[in-house]
């Protein structure tokens, strides 16, 4: 089975500070990746996602991910974190199940962002 | 403009009685989700449905049911919930299941047991 870590449970960041949270990914093939984020009591919005080409994937609110088959990583990058960018961040890999691409989430990482 | 509706957004009830969880979508889409998600962890999948064709996860416990009357419906149903299954539920919807598919999720039910 595909499985995702994501191995911090949490992460503090100053307002306006740079921001990386990884994602390591197990997959036999070539890896659909995606990265959600949920503010409390919400659910889940995608912020990105990589199928193929460039390794570099713009998505929104500011957010980029890097896709390295080297490292089987996926980890996402923000150059200045607002305080409304608080929330959960889940990584996921897309894994095909009785015809269907399911997303097999990680744990989760929570950012606290300090002002 | 909301795509995704899950009512009610918190539902109580007691052990051992019934309850039904909703949602609803304004996008069309041929596949929906449940999952559930308990206190800081992952959304775990329950079951989808690929119009109307049902796909049950391989650990779903049998006392969740759920049903999907019409492409726009989806409805989860316990029938006898445990103080364990005290969690927020989530639905999601897909256009299609292919991997490139976006899913869409809704706000969440959350669920207290008594």
């Known amino acids: 089975a595909q499985s995702v870590t994501q191995p911090d449970i949490h992460i503090t960041v100053s307002e306006g500070a740079s921001l990386e949270l990884r994602c390591n990914y197990s997959?036999?093939?070539?890896?659909?990746l995606f990265w959600y984020v949920q503010s409390p009591g919400q659910g889940l919005q995608l912020l990105l996602k990589y199928f193929s080409g460039d390794t570099l994937v713009q998505g929104i609110k500011g957010f980029e991910a890097e896709f390295k088959r080297s490292q089987s990583s996926f980890n996402l990058r923000k150059p200045s974190v607002h305080w409304s960018d608080a929330a959960e961040y889940f990584c996921a890999v897309g894994d095909w199940r009785r015809g269907s691409y399911i997303p097999t989430f990680g744990r989760g990482t929570s950012l606290i962002v300090h002002p | 403009d909301a795509m995704v509706i899950q009512n009610p957004r918190y539902q109580v009830t007691q052990f051992g009685k019934p309850v039904t969880l909703s949602c609803s979508q304004t996008?069309?889409?041929?596949?929906m989700y449940w999952y559930q998600q308990k206190s800081s962890q992952a959304p775990k999948l329950l079951f989808h449905y690929y119009d109307k064709d049902f796909n049950n996860e391989a650990d779903t416990p049998d006392n969740f049911q759920s049903r999907r009357p019409n492409t726009s419906f989806c409805f989860l149903d316990i029938r006898s919930p445990g103080l364990g299954d005290a969690a927020m539920y989530l639905c999601a919807t897909s256009r299609d299941s292919q991997a490139q598919e976006t899913q869409y999720f809704g706000p969440g039910t959350r669920l207290l047991v008594l």
């Open positions: 997959y036999g093939a070539t890896p659909y």
């Open positions: 996008l069309n889409h041929n596949v």
